[in-house]
């Protein structure tokens, strides 16, 4: 943070005690360290809530990009969506069209004669299950 050197700090600790003598040097310098505490917390602060800004600011931007990328998306879709609808719809007009000009598919001819009776029913033989190979039923 400062570029001080010990040498510096001990300068300033004997005119500390040369200014303020032995009995209110211990007060002041536990004074000191309080509000360079405070001063330090004070400035932690004040960069986490730039950082927390920044960060929101990061997320805001994506959010926009997200969305519109889904407009994008949903756009894509909804013409292709028309253009297949409107695809069913040719196709479907085409094929109604066509069943319209076919014609009409002939009559079954009239019989002249009755349908033969059916012919007495004869027992079947139950169905046999089938065997595996190589283990033939007698």
């Known amino acids: 943070m400062f570029d001080i050197g010990f040498t510096e700090i001990v300068l300033i600790a004997v005119v500390a005690l040369i200014v303020l003598g032995p009995e209110r040097l211990p007060k002041t310098a536990r ?3 309080h509000l360079f505490g405070r001063l330090q917390r ?3 602060d004040v960069k986490a809530d ?3 800004e920044m960060e929101l600011e990061d997320l805001r931007k994506l959010q926009q990009e997200v969305k519109s990328a889904a407009q994008d998306l949903e756009q894509s879709m909804s013409a292709t969506a028309r253009d297949v609808e409107t695809g069913m719809r040719d196709v ?7 069943a ?3 014609p ?5 001819p009239e019989l002249a004669f009755p349908p033969p009776a059916p012919a007495a029913e004869v027992p079947a033989e139950p169905a046999r299950q089938p065997s595996l190979p190589g283990f033939d039923r007698i």
């Open 31 to 33: 004074t000191m360290g």
């Open 42 to 44: 004070y400035v932690n």
């Open 50 to 52: 730039i950082s927390r």
């Open 92 to 98: 479907e007009a085409q094929l109604n069209a066509g």
């Open 100 to 102: 319209s000009e076919a």
């Open 104 to 108: 009409a598919p002939p009559a079954a």
